[in-house]
């Protein structure tokens, strides 16, 4: 447990803002980094997305707070980090990707960093922001989107030791697979709910016949 959270750890949230290139390669062959801990900035990402859906001004924020469920959203943000990283891990193991799941878990995790710093922040600015100045609030949210996804293409790219051609390319692949994969959940989904209510028919017929 102690290697997971050493100090180590904890410094890439700083290193990796400034540093992306060296600190994505020793995430990859050093070990560096920490999946737990990637993980813990995924759900501070998911809460923090959430303050900022339900505490951002009005003048900001066209959503119906008492619309937001915070358990939903924190849902739906673990499941596009995992669709991601299966999606990229599945895409890149048919491309020579040198990138193992761990890596690209890890990377994704920190690459959130940004955009947890510039959330809360924006979320308090809102409510001195009069109508008219909206501009300055979405470019903080454009810049904490851009530097996160800067982040997610470096690290890509670093941890699989791709050109940003092929990681261009493998990141548009990812997506298309995450799509894929949702639509094979789908389907899985509908089967075994049909089977279920099949069996289940068959269940109540067969008790009202004996």
Known sequence: MTKYFSKDCLYYFRRVMTNPI???????YRDYGSVPIALICVAIFGLTF??????AHFVVNDVNPLTV?????????????????????SITCL???????KDIM????????PLIVILIPVT?????????????????????IGWSAILVLLGIMTVHNYSLAKTLITLFLTFVSMFILIF???????????????????YTELVFRF
């Open 50 to 55: 959430t303050i900022n859906r339900i505490f």
């Open 106 to 113: 890890t990377v994704v995790g920190y690459s959130l960093v």
């Open 22 to 28: 060296d600190s994505f390669y020793e995430i990859r």
């Open 184 to 202: 094979i959940a789908l389907l899985m989904y509908s089967l075994i709910n049909q089977l279920y209510v099949f069996l289940y028919s068959v």
């Open 124 to 144: 308090l600015i809102s409510h001195v922001i009069a109508a008219g100045e909206e501009v300055f609030y979405y470019f903080a949210i454009a810049i904490g």
């Open 95 to 101: 491309m020579n990707g040198e990138g193992r799941l």
């Open 69 to 89: 469920n915070g358990l939903t959203e924190m849902r739906v943000v673990f499941l596009m980090f995992f669709l991601f990283c299966v999606g990229n891990w």
